[in-house]
């Protein structure tokens, strides 16, 4: 069936449905009657021709459709709410409005950080709202990208999404101080032989990939989901990590650490700003992805990531 021959008011009230359970609180939460919800109860159960909500005892429970249908619904409900709010102009200096990105602790805390600086300067009414991406956005990037403004993700963990590259970065090993078993560079045995703590999200992806290419199969003893815990988890013990340098220089000093070199030639962290297409013609969000490219090339041009680290 084609969308114009749907009536999409039937959305709003299937998402009240399956997230209330109850006709009448469905209902009061759409503006409908309980008369008129439970007739698009009916409606939706002849489209579906499945129950959706079956009665155990005194209460409703889903269906398997009905289950299957409560996330999916969300998301469409979220997607044509923001399709409808669309805007043909932004006027940054006296807009209201809220901006949700999804980011890794490291994309916020080397990127988000300056970009909330440079909104509050040139759009004091803007709020920027950081959410930690989902575990399976590499399975599902559709699903986060229709609720939120934005993913920053590296290149080579997504694809498929219209992007902008804001800035490149490098990785680097973490040695506690008191680690006499590393000397002044790190060695290709290094990484076989010795524990390590290990970010247990997909952003490192490619940065994985690339040591099991070269025929290291990391010894993790400890795994966390945020990268700058990394430092603590390694001063102290034989552990290592690895960490993108410019996070790395930003934590310089709050654990006894060393910032080394890896061993071999790393492929490269390239920061990028997805976002779902239907936002691509968007002013509002227009503006954000060129404010998000102004910071990027900025942070690039003041912190070169080619330059070596300190050990």
């Given amino acids: 069936m084609s969308l114009s021959g749907l009536d999409l008011n039937l959305v709003l009230s299937l998402r009240a449905l399956l997230e209330e359970r109850n006709v009448t609180r469905a209902g009061q939460r759409v503006g409908l009657s309980q008369p008129a919800m439970s007739a698009a109860l009916a409606r939706l159960r002849r489209h579906f021709d499945d129950e959706l909500l079956a009665r155990a005892g005194k209460q409703y429970e889903l269906t398997a459709l009905g289950r299957a249908l409560l996330d999916r619904t969300a998301t469409a409900c979220d997607l044509l709410e923001r399709v409808f709010t669309s805007r043909a102009d932004f006027l940054p200096g006296s807009e209201e409005r809220e901006f949700t990105l999804f980011a890794s602790d490291y994309a916020v805390a080397v990127f988000g950080a300056e970009l909330a600086r440079t909104v509050h300067a040139e759009a004091p009414g803007v709020r920027l709202r950081f959410l930690r991406p989902p575990t399976d956005v590499m399975e599902d990037t559709a699903t986060p990208l229709s609720t939120a403004d934005g993913l920053l993700m590296p290149r080579g963990v997504i694809s498929g999404f219209p992007a902008v590259e804001l800035f490149t970065d490098r990785w680097a090993f973490l040695v506690a101080d008191t680690n006499d078993e590393v000397g002044d560079r790190l060695t290709m045995d290094d990484l076989a032989r010795l524990p390590w703590v ?49 996070l790395a220089e930003r934590l310089r000093g709050v654990a006894a650490v060393r910032i080394m070199e890896p061993p071999y030639q790393t492929v490269p962290v390239q920061e990028t700003l997805w976002w779902h297409p239907v936002h691509t013609h968007d002013a509002a969000h227009i503006w954000l992805r060129e404010t998000a490219a102004r910071v990027g090339t900025a942070l690039a041009t003041s912190e070169p990531a080619g330059s070596p680290p300190s050990h």
């Fill in 198 to 246: 290990s970010y247990q999200r997909t952003y490192d992806a490619p940065a994985a990939r690339q040591l099991s290419m070269l025929g290291i199969d990391p010894h993790v003893e400890v795994s966390v989901d945020t990268f700058q815990v990394l430092p603590f988890l390694v001063a102290g013990t034989r552990r290592i990590a690895l960490v993108q340098h410019r």
